[in-house]
């Protein structure tokens, strides 16, 4: 009987459409949670650490028992608890006396289906028997982005449409995303990337240098790519004069949009591209990016290095993922998982680091900024490292 992949593949685009939803509706919100329920703005900053937290959980549960459940059972149940936490966000903060406790509860569903989509849609990617999966991978991955885009797009036609009073409405639309996919997953061909009671011990993993190495460059993707993510609208402010709210859609719109631009590049031709030096080209390009929003006096230059970061960052997830699996085919899920934690511990870690250095330095982003160029050069160095280790076990 022929097997549709290209369903599975489909089911997994959703996946990380799903995520980016998740990912970036609710901040969308933020103001509104404020103005509404008189949540102090302190409070309010936490929904993300719930999200991230939550996410991290999941990666570690992930790494232990998800091979013992089931990848259809815990990519299905992904959906499920995406759909429900989006509901839930609309529906709870109404039904408690203390409103943010329904926030809160939703966003941890959601983060929950969220920590799952992340761990789980690349090794079933990666399970199919596709050729060229590193530009599959790339392509897969680009749809967070284009998911990030829409719903920041869509969201703001909505509110100005029909009013942001409206956005519960608009939270049960967003969740028929889920919803829908869960009947893609439940009937597509899911297969898994090695044979049961095959997969590497976790301790086994642990004493392999190569997985550090893949570890060292997901905390360096995650811290790449979030720094400067999350200072985007801040840029857009400085540059153009916009508007707080504009900034904040403008700013993250065009870091998303290069960014997937840069994984739909390779995704077409990566074939023909040595995913390695590419990695390392865009490492570079990153650190540039880095250097002229630090050191640059010019707001347009600042705005032109934020704007092609997210060109430059586009690869580093993916391509880190598709470097590590093939060299450790045996690494199974646990390998996703942990690669997993590790780019949201960078994600968290990073714009972090950068907000610190700000502060120590007088609320001066520049000097955040140049600190955030940190991770790109330890990426470029551990590349560099990687592929001359590859050679060198080519040689032998």
């Known amino acids: 009987m022929h097997k549709d992949y290209r369903k599975t593949l489909k089911a997994c685009y959703l996946g990380f459409i799903t995520q980016a939803i998740v990912a970036n509706f609710a901040p969308l919100l933020f103001l509104k949670f404020h103005t509404d329920y008189g949540i102090p703005l302190g409070t309010v900053a936490l929904i993300s650490t719930a999200f991230y937290f939550t996410q991290l959980v999941v990666d570690v549960f992930c790494a232990k028992f998800v091979d013992k459940i089931g990848y259809r059972t815990s990519i299905v149940l992904s959906e499920v608890a995406s759909c429900l936490g989006l509901v839930g966000l609309a529906i709870l903060p109404d039904l408690f006396p203390d409103p943010f406790t329904g926030i809160i509860i939703s966003v941890i569903v959601y983060a929950i289906g969220s920590g799952l989509i992340e761990v789980l849609c690349s090794p079933i990617v990666e399970a199919c028997p596709f050729d060229n999966k590193e530009s599959v991978m790339s392509l897969l991955h680009s749809f ?209 680091l950068v907000g610190a250095v700000t502060q120590q330095a007088g609320n001066r982003l520049q000097a955040g900024m140049l600190t955030g160029s940190i991770f790109p050069l330890v990426m470029i160095v551990s590349l560099i490292l990687l592929g001359r280790y590859a050679e060198k076990k080519t040689s032998v």
């Open 144 to 352: 967070y982005c284009w998911g990030s885009v829409g719903v920041i797009l869509f969201s703001s036609l909505f509110f100005t449409v029909f009013g942001i009073s409206s956005w519960r409405i608009l939270s049960c639309i967003w969740a028929l995303v889920p919803l829908y996919n869960v009947f893609n997953f439940a009937t597509c061909p899911i297969e898994h990337l090695t044979e049961e009671g095959k997969s590497m011990p976790i301790r086994q993993l642990f004493r392999t240098p190569l997985f550090w190495v893949s570890i060292l460059l997901m905390i360096c993707a995650g811290a790449s790519e979030l720094s400067m993510a999350q200072w985007a609208s801040a840029y857009t402010e400085a540059a153009l004069g916009f508007s707080k709210s504009v900034g904040d859609l403008v700013g993250p719109c065009l870091f998303a949009v290069t960014m997937g631009i840069s994984r739909v590049i390779y995704g077409n031709y990566g074939s023909r591209i040595n995913l390695n030096r590419y990695m390392i080209g865009s490492s570079i390009l990153c650190l540039c990016c880095y250097l002229l929003a630090s050191l640059s006096s010019s707001p347009v230059l600042g705005l032109i290095g934020c704007i092609f970061c997210g060109f430059s960052v586009g690869i580093m997830w993916p391509g880190t993922i598709s470097i590590t699996s093939p060299r450790l085919p045996e690494g199974g899920t646990a390998l996703f998982a942990f690669l997993a934690m590790a780019g949201d511990l960078g994600g968290s870690f990073g714009p972090s």
